[in-house]
C-alpha cells in the first residue's frame, strides 16, 4: 500500500487536521447559532463537547490550526 492509498482513517496527521477542523467549526457555530448546539447529550452533545473544547481552549485550538496550516502548506 503506497502513500496514496491511505485514507484519513488511518493517517493520524490527517485525523488530527480533522478534530482541528471539527472544534473550530462547531465553536463557530456555537458562537452564531447557539440554539443549534443546546443539547449536551446524544449525537449532537459530541459537537456541543467540541465547541466547548473550542472555547475552552482557545489559544492551543489556535495554534494547533496555525501549526497544521504551515504544515500542509510547507510540507
Known amino acids: 500500500m503506497g502513500e496514496e492509498d491511505v485514507s484519513a482513517l488511518f493517517d493520524f496527521q490527517d485525523f488530527l487536521t480533522v478534530v482541528l477542523l471539527i472544534i473550530c ?39 494547533c490550526c496555525l501549526l497544521m496550516g504551515l504544515r500542509i502548506l510547507f510540507f
Open 25 to 63: 467549526t462547531c465553536t463557530y457555530i456555537k458562537i452564531h447559532f447557539p440554539k443549534i448546539l443546546d443539547h449536551r447529550t446524544g449525537f449532537r452533545g459530541f459537537f456541543w463537547k467540541a465547541a466547548r473544547i473550542g472555547e475552552r481552549l482557545s489559544p492551543w485550538v489556535a495554534a
